[in-house]
């Protein structure tokens, strides 16, 4: 395991030389210490990443550009296994949902190679322009210096998200991961090293807020690109429109999931749970409030009931477990205030509410669900970020509309119904950027990914997460010999 910062292409401790504890969440032992980078590190990276960019690296053609990201993309998946068992030990999720993140990370990187040589074939584009004296052509060139601050539900992929359209467009990047899961982003830096990505290129200063508040107020940095929560996401805005960068937001979520009468309940309870206890609850677009149409509410819940309760729980490393503990003591306690809050609230428990008590050690929480939750209630409102559903009934189409989208999030909602008119209708009513018919969380590079209201700022993933790294500029010409016989008549 690697535990140096990575800075124009070499390794270094932090300038004063502080360290971070990296904890395995499942048993509470710290397995590791990488550097807590710090303001002055930061400074080192943007200037080797501003170096890069105007050595060269902005002015590579995309296909130069596209051989770097499938090296990468081959490196990831040459060693997919210890890098998922990395996760796994820093994040605390199950094996097989760490194993299909490292497949993501290095399909994410292999996506964007091609759109980095597509790019190539997009660039002079021309721009019809009704007067004949005159010429124009579009070019895409890269932004330059990137900055982007990760959170940990998903540390490899969220780093993948971030960098490889970065390095497509030919932006140079420092990536800046969170505090509690720093170890496969020094990883990917080991990669990039190993597949000779010219120096600075590439930089990952580990650390905690001080490093991203130090990056996303650096006036070196031109495009800042942060996933996280609202809170965070705001201090990032405003520190950044002290010099106008370019940002995008990527923030929570307290999205809805609509089942209606017709749905199937067999399937309806497969998707309810992963759309809840995939990673744990630890998911942006997790569909954490549930609204089930009176009719099969009853045989629904009952069975909901029955199968969250018998989720294994355990050690992620553990091949039978589908529900590891929480990423760290901070998100526990964070997660049991919500549960205690239920109580003071009054709120009906249907199943969990309380640590797993066959696990002594360890951030875990057993799979929750409350039902019948007011529409004021914190737990209905708030984004919880565990594996805590909340649960209404509902009995008409636009009253489940008007209650999902009654939130100042936008992430992703869902919607279970046989009648495909109904589902149409829906997703279209329903004011998030992601809607899922008939399932709930299936992701795609391919697709954009964002939110609406207060869920974030822009798109990643597929052409538009390439678009967030790329300026647009218009070269326009004179073609006419005439003279122009404004001043000079
Ligand atoms: P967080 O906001 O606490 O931290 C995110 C990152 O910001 C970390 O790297 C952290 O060190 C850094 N940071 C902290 N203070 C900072 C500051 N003042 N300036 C700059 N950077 C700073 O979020 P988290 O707890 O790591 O992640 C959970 C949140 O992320 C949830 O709200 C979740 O919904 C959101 N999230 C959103 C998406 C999405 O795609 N929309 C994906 C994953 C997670």
Redo the contacts with the bound molecule.
């Keep these: 395991m690697r535990s140096d910062l990575y800075i124009d292409g070499s390794w270094q401790g932090a300038a004063d030389g502080a360290t971070l504890a990296v904890v395995d969440p499942a048993t509470e032992e710290i397995f590791h210490r990488v550097a807590a980078g710090g303001p002055a590190d930061v400074d080192r990276a943007v200037d080797a990443a501003r170096a890069a960019f105007e050595g060269g690296w902005g002015r590579t053609s995309g296909r130069e550009r596209a051989k770097y990201l499938r090296a990468i993309a081959a490196a990831i998946a040459a060693r997919r296994e210890t890098l998922a068992t990395l996760e796994v030990r820093d994040n605390g999720k199950p094996l097989a949902e760490a194993l299909w993140d490292i497949d993501d990370a290095a399909g994410c990187f292999a996506y964007y190679a091609d759109l980095a040589e597509e790019l190539d074939g997009r660039q002079d584009e021309v721009v019809a322009l009704p007067d004949a004296r005159f010429s124009c052509i579009v070019r895409r060139e890269p932004v330059g210096v990137s900055g982007q601050?990760?959170?940990?539900?998903?540390p490899l992929l969220?780093a993948a998200w971030k960098i490889a359209p970065a390095l497509a467009a030919g932006a140079t990047s420092i990536l800046?991961?969170?505090?509690?899961t720093p170890v496969t982003a020094l990883e990917l830096a080991g990669i990039a090293h190993e597949v000779d990505l010219p120096r600075g290129v590439l930089n990952v200063v580990t650390?905690?807020?001080v490093?991203?508040?130090a990056?996303?107020s650096h006036p070196g940095v031109d495009k800042l690109a942060?996933?996280?929560?609202?809170?965070?996401?705001a201090?990032?805005m405003a520190?950044a429109a002290r010099d106008i960068k370019a940002v995008s937001l990527?923030?929570?979520?307290k999205s809805p999931f609509l089942v209606f009468d017709d749905a199937d309940v067999e399937k309806a309870v497969e998707w309810i749970m992963f759309g809840i206890f995939w990673n744990q609850g630890?998911?942006?677009?997790a569909t954490s409030r549930l609204l089930v149409q009176d009719g099969i509410a009853d045989s629904l819940l009952t069975r909901l009931a029955r199968e969250a309760a018998r989720i294994p729980i355990g050690n992620g490393r553990d091949a039978e477990t589908l529900l590891g503990p929480l990423v760290s003591e901070g998100?526990h306690r964070k997660v049991a205030a919500y549960l205690a809050e239920a109580d003071r609230e009054k709120l009906t428990l249907l199943t969990g509410g309380r640590r797993p008590p066959h696990l002594d050690k360890g951030y875990f929480l057993e799979p929750t669900i409350y039902v019948d939750v007011p529409e004021r209630s914190r737990l209905w409102r708030e984004?919880i970020?565990g594996p805590v559903l909340c649960v209404r009934r509902f009995s008409e189409e636009e009253e489940a509309v008007r209650l999902a989208n009654n939130s100042p999030f936008g992430?992703a909602a869902a919607v279970m119904s046989a009648d495909d008119d109904r589902c149409r209708r829906v997703s279209r009513a329903l004011r998030a950027g992601i809607v899922w018919v008939n399932c709930s969380q299936p992701t795609f590079t391919q697709a954009p990914?964002?939110?609406y209201k207060q869920?974030?700022i822009g798109r990643?993933l597929g052409p538009w997460g390439l678009e967030n790294y790329l300026e647009t500029k218009q070269v326009t010409r004179l073609e006419s010999s005439e003279p122009w016989g404004w001043y000079l008549k």
């Design positions: 601050i990760i959170p940990w539900n998903y969220m800046k991961p969170s505090e509690l650390g905690t807020g490093a991203g508040a990056l996303s942060f996933t996280g929560s609202i809170a965070t996401g201090k990032v520190a990527e923030l929570g979520g630890q998911v942006c677009s998100q984004e970020f992430l990914w964002g939110g869920s974030g990643e």
